[in-house]
T-cell receptor, first 114, second 113 residues
Framework: GAVVSQHPSRVICKSGTSVKIECRSLDFQATTMFWYRQFPKQSLMLMAT?????????EQGVEKDKFLINHASLTLSTLTVTSAHPEDSSFYICSARDEAGVGFFGPGTRLTVL | GENVEQHPSTLSVQEGDSAVIKCTYSDSASNYFPWYKQELGKRPQLIID?????GEKKDQRIAVTLNKTAKHFSLHITETQPEDSAVYFCAASGDTGFQKLVFGTGTRLLVSP
């Protein structure tokens, strides 16, 4: 199947700092990528849809100024958590769907804000 | 928008038994229904999917059935093994790469030896 990578896998930061997470589709082009957040023992909550060359579409309740998304190329989308606080600590996973519509996930980024 | 419900939230079976997880969806326009398996701390992995033009699909011990009229689909795992223990998520969507997958709440499957 297709491969989606994500970096970093883990990050620990101080409250108030910003953290950037990268998501790459390695063997296919993804004009659309998706960012999810997952709390322990819970489901995948879609945060936003990242669109190459245009603005991201955010789900209701997700602050676009807090979670900045940039999709500068057909293989790279970035999520920046700005002015992170402890409540932003979570598992962030990106996803992309291939030409057949099959969704593949990145390995996830575990963010811990102290 | 689409809403996906999943039951049960937890399921415990003995090794060798069958396990069934059920999902319902709300948007009749959805036509792609994947199932993912997620082990602790890892990414969700696609295990099987079905599109609306078929009613059933099977891959070895795993099968998925779809009832579009009733808007529900189910995952069936036969001859369960301890390594099947994980969290399983169903999802529903349109079938293009531009459309978001909406996930169910997950089922924690525990297979005891």
């Amino acid at each position: 199947g297709a491969v989606v990578s994500q970096h970093p896998s883990r990050v620990i930061c101080k409250s108030g700092t910003s953290v950037k997470i990268e998501c790459r589709s390695l063997d296919f082009q993804a004009t659309t990528m998706f960012w999810y957040r997952q709390f322990p023992k819970q489901s995948l909550m879609l945060m936003a849809t990242s669109n190459e060359g245009s603005k991201a579409t955010y789900e209701q309740g997700v602050e676009k100024d807090k979670f900045l998304i940039n999709h500068a190329s057909l293989t790279l989308s970035t999520l920046t958590v700005t002015s992170a606080h402890p409540e932003d600590s979570s598992f962030y996973i990106c996803s992309a769907r291939d030409e057949a519509g099959v969704g593949f996930f990145g390995p996830g980024t575990r963010l811990t804000v102290l | 928008g689409e809403n996906v419900e999943q039951h049960p939230s937890t399921l415990s079976v003995q090794e060798g038994d069958s396990a069934v997880i059920k999902c319902t969806y709300s948007d009749s326009a959805s036509n792609y229904f994947p199932w993912y398996k997620q082990e602790l701390g890892k990414r969700p992995q696609l295990i099987i999917d079905i599109r609306s033009n078929v009613g059933e699909k099977k891959d070895q011990r795993i099968a998925v059935t779809l009832n579009k009229t009733a808007k529900h689909f189910s995952l069936h795992i036969t001859e369960t093994q301890p390594e099947d223990s994980a969290v399983y998520f169903c999802a529903a969507s349109g079938d293009t790469g531009f459309q978001k997958l909406v996930f169910g709440t997950g089922t924690r499957l525990l297979v005891s030896p």
